[in-house]
């Protein structure tokens, strides 16, 4: 039986898995996004649910000054002697760290520190005891670095040793170490998160090398390749319960000519073969495709999510996000009873900061997104709706505004230096429906009544092409979300979401 790839759509990269049992847990990098390290539980490896993240608490992740596609980088998820750890680099402020939990699903540790540099850290314990504490030195060319720490306080136990520097490519990062048969064998990334994206290995009889590299490397690529999945690389392996082992991978899926991509980089899956010599390969000779015809494990589906969230809960959902560190001031699910309310801040979404932000990441190129809004805004310039988010630079968004003493409802696009209103009209009831309509090239935004049946009333376009990574930069992906500002000053009136829908397509 089939599955599709990516397993996780939408900006979800850097995957690092872990198995317990029957149960598997995997997380994935967060940047600049609040609360940090997304974390997905599963039964067979392909069906995912959503179960919380890994730092809730701004102690854990002060993102407050994080610059696009800065803040929290690669994980590595491992489960020891009944206790999870996750580490992980804020690039932002403080450098590599882990925290730990007995209970994934609640609170993990403030984190510990280690005082080794560069970033996507991996943690791997031997058995006699020893843990090693394994990095990308940070830079183009030099590889990988290792040292051995006290799990209990992150001091490092050992210098800091270069242990590989990889086939050749550029930016050998992503270690993960793992003994199998008797062999230490080092799985890395190297080519750059992009088009020329790779994973290769090594092995050796000691968990700090020398590493033999495999003469059949790249384990896995899609460079040079017309495939529809692109850049893959950043594996980590796990063997299941059945004895057959896995690697989970980003990847990208980009569309049109030249080729962009916009939903950010994503989550595949595909089964680890080993040779007679013991050396593994991914996929079909490191090639994966959209279709595996393997079944991983027994089917085990979780319910669906639900379409809408009408805002009736205490806490927000597990795939709601904030941009940055949110203000406890600007956002309220009790302030007004099954709403969402938001207070705009003096924070822009042109700003490097935490506006009044709350989203969910685009998973799916065609989609409907739709949100009921109440906004009442007091003072000429303040604003909120509904955005397509890339970046600071790169965003489209249909709002309700003040203008020159009068609300207005706005379509407006910011494309890097380029910032226009491109259509406005003057809006006078109390709620406005905000739509928008995905395709693969484009967004349609729309209006409706919440009181007249039939189509939203469309209102403005932009392609998806200028929200991609080729043309806005950064590591991260696409973000539909409700917002609220001041333009500059914290906004007089509230607003208020009754509702929020994403409705998939494909």
């Known amino acids: 039986m089939a599955f599709q790839n990516p397993i996780l759509c939408g900006f979800h990269p850097d995957p690092s898995i872990c198995r317990v049992g029957e149960d598997y847990y995997l997380a994935v990098s967060s940047f600049e996004y609040f609360p940090g390290v997304p974390l997905f539980h599963s039964k067979d490896l392909v069906n995912w649910r959503a179960i919380g993240h890994c730092l809730t608490r701004a102690s854990q992740v002060p993102l407050d000054d994080a610059p696009s596609s800065k803040g929290i980088y690669a994980p590595t998820l491992r489960f020891h002697n009944g206790i999870f750890y996750m580490a992980t680099t804020n690039v932002s402020g403080g450098g590599n760290f882990y925290v730990w939990t007995r209970d994934i699903e609640a609170e993990w540790s403030e984190p510990i520190w280690v005082d080794q540099r560069g970033i996507d850290p991996d943690l791997f314990f031997d058995g006699d005891g020893s843990v090693y504490f394994t990095t990308s030195s940070g ?7 290792q040292s051995r720490i006290d799990i209990e306080t992150g001091k490092r136990l050992s210098e800091v040793l270069i242990i590989w520097t990889g086939t050749g490519g550029q930016y050998p990062e992503a270690p993960h170490l793992y003994k199998i048969s008797g062999w230490y064998y080092l799985l890395i990334a190297e080519g750059g998160t992009e088009y020329g994206h790779m994973a290769t290995i090594a092995r050796s009889r000691r968990p700090d090398g020398p590493f033999e590299a495999f003469s059949g490397n790249p384990i896995l690529t899609h460079r040079s390749s017309a495939l529809p999945i692109q850049a893959t690389g950043h594996a980590d392996f ?18 049109g000519y030249p080729r962009r991509h916009h939903l950010g980089r994503e989550t595949f899956l595909a089964q680890v073969y080993w040779d007679a010599e013991g050396w593994p390969k991914i996929g079909e000779n ?12 027994p089917s085990h589906p979780f319910p669906p999510s639900p379409a809408r969230d009408d805002f009736d ?9 904030f941009l940055r560190n949110p203000q406890s001031t600007d956002w309220s699910l009790v302030e007004r009873a099954g709403h969402l309310t938001l207070h705009g801040s003096a924070v822009t979404l042109n700003d490097c900061g935490a506006p009044a932000f709350v989203g969910q ?7 409907i997104c739709r949100t009921a809004m109440r906004f009442e805004p007091g003072l000429d310039g303040e604003e909120a709706g509904l955005t397509v988010f890339m970046n600071e630079r790169f965003h489209y968004e249909i709002a309700l505004t003040r203008k020159n003493g009068r609300k207005r409802l706005i379509f407006r696009r910011c494309v ?8 406005e009209q003057d809006w006078e009831r109390d709620v406005v429906v905000l739509n928008l309509s995905a395709e693969p090239d484009r967004y349609t935004f729309g209006y409706a009544h919440p009181d007249r049946p ?23 992906g696409v973000f539909l979300a409700m917002y609220a500002t001041g333009a500059g000053k914290r906004s007089s009136s509230p607003a208020y979401f009754d509702w929020f829908e994403y409705l998939p397509r494909s």
């Open 139 to 145: 830079e183009a060319t030099t590889g990988i670095v």
């Open 238 to 255: 796990v063997q299941a319960q059945d004895g057959r082992w896995w690697a989970v991978f980003l990847g990208i899926r980009p569309v």
């Open 286 to 297: 490191g090639r994966v495709g959209e279709t595996v015809d393997i079944e991983p494990l």
């Open 313 to 321: 809960q205490p806490q927000l959902e597990a795939g709601w996000t």
């Open 361 to 367: 990441r685009q998973q799916h190129f065609q989609c």
């Open 416 to 423: 890097g230096s380029l910032q226009k209103v491109e259509r």
């Open 454 to 476: 039939g189509p939203p009333v469309p209102f403005g376009e932009g392609e998806s092409s200028l929200l991609a990574t080729e043309v806005a930069g950064g590591f991260t």
